[in-house]
Nanobody, 126 residues
Framework: QVQLVESGGGSVQAGGSLRLSCAAS?????????VGWFRQAPGKEREFVAA????????LYADSVKDRFTISRDNAKNTVYLQMNSLKPEDTAVYYC??????????????????WGQGTQVTVSS
């Protein structure tokens, strides 16, 4: 049974920073081609934030977070991180990590990911 568990969410003022973590249990991330972060704000569709290959250095970012967010991984800890700096109120959402099985280019669509975590809330106040 694969489980993805997000942590690190919370409340922060605009301009602040948070680091989210996504840990895998039951199966290591090496079995997957990529891990992505998505977010969903109330009343909105789930949207892509960032993705990283489990091997190599390829990353992909949404334009809205480029230059503010950084996705990284720690293979030894089987964990993927999302460092979020210069946070804005519009970054408020539930953040989800997801794992993709199929090898190929990094993809920003939710349908390209096979396993999902439960999410962690990020609230940014102005």
């Amino acid at each position: 049974q694969v489980q993805l568990v997000e942590s690190g969410g919370g409340s922060v003022q605009a301009g602040g920073s948070l680091r989210l973590s996504c840990a895998a249990s039951g199966r290591t991330f090496s079995a997957y081609s990529a891990v992505g972060w998505f977010r969903q704000a109330p009343g909105k569709e789930r949207e892509f934030v960032a993705a990283i290959r489990w091997s190599g250095s390829s990353t992909l970012y949404a334009d809205s977070v480029k230059d503010r967010f950084t996705i990284s991984r720690d293979n030894a800890k089987n964990t993927v991180y999302l460092q979020m700096n210069s946070l804005k109120p519009e970054d408020t959402a539930v953040y989800y990590c997801a794992a993709r099985m199929v090898f190929g280019p990094l993809r920003p669509q939710t349908g390209d990911y096979d396993y999902w975590g439960q999410g962690t809330q990020v609230t940014v106040s102005s």
